[in-house]
């Protein structure tokens, strides 16, 4: 699903160069749940933001889904990631100004969707998810752990292949932070590719492949953990 090879991103800032990534060759393959650990700083998110169409390289090549993504335009690169990709934040990022029901239907208004496939989407994944009963409240009249699995139905409700998660369990109580990892791999068991940043090793047990970042590079990568442990 995704292939990168001799991968770099570069930041300039006045006369300053940082390296994020320093060329990176890693490939995920579609139904691999994969969580990305390292000390802070180390290019987690530089790394989610391109795999995740948000920003290109500045350097080698990077293929999602068979296509060269790292020469495309900004308007090609956001028709993918819609139509693709799905994101999970550390803070949710919830419009607090919309309802969850409002909240999880804005990916099919921004994909033109039809009025009556968007209710009948809402109204499904709502229920699957357990929180029809929320379905007109506000995002801060939610716990931390239901505002979460807003964010989640958000980012299911286009059928995305990828999941992108930054540090999801971050801001949860244990609890709630296991229902989140519980949910992902019932996800994965469905098909869906997950890459996941954690701080955690617990919720880092739950992927089947761990990879360690260092300075912009991977140090580690460790696969079918599942079976290891089993
Ligand atoms: P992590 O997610 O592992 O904490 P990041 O990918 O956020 O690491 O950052 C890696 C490095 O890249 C840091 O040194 C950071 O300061 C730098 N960096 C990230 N984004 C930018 C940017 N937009 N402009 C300049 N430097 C950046
Ligand atoms: P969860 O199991 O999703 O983590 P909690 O155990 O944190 O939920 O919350 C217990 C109950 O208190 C839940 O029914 C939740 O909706 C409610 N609750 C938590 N915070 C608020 C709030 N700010 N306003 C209204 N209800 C809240």
Do not use: W
């Amino acid at each position: 699903m995704i292939k990168m090879q001799n991968l770099s991103k570069s930041y300039f800032t006045e006369d300053l160069e940082t390296t994020p990534l320093k060329s990176l060759n890693f490939n995920i393959e579609a139904g691999d749940f994969v969580a990305v650990m390292g000390p802070s700083g180390c290019g987690k998110s530089t790394l989610l933001n391109i795999v995740g169409l948000l920003d290109i390289p500045t350097d080698g090549s990077y293929e999602f889904l068979s296509e060269e993504m790292s020469n495309k335009q900004q308007s090609q690169l956001s028709k993918i990631r819609k139509q693709n990709i799905g994101f999970i934040f550390q803070s949710f990022n919830l419009i607090d100004e919309l309802t969850v029901y409002e909240n999880i239907e804005l990916p099919l208004l921004y994909r033109g969707e039809a009025a009556d496939q968007r209710k009948l989407k809402v109204t499904q994944i709502l229920e699957k998810m357990g929180i029809a009963h929320r379905a007109s409240h506000y995002p801060k009249q939610l716990s931390g752990g239901q505002q979460q699995r807003v964010a989640v139905c958000r980012a299911l409700i286009t059928e995305p292949s990828l999941i992108l998660a930054d540090e999801p369990t971050g801001n949860l109580d244990s609890a709630s932070g296991e229902e989140v990892m519980n949910t992902l791999v019932e996800l994965n068991k469905q098909g869906c590719t997950i890459m996941m940043v954690t701080h955690s090793d617990e919720h880092a047990k739950y992927a089947s492949r761990i990879v360690r970042m260092l300075d912009g590079q991977f140090v580690s990568d460790e696969a079918d953990l599942q079976s290891k442990i089993a």
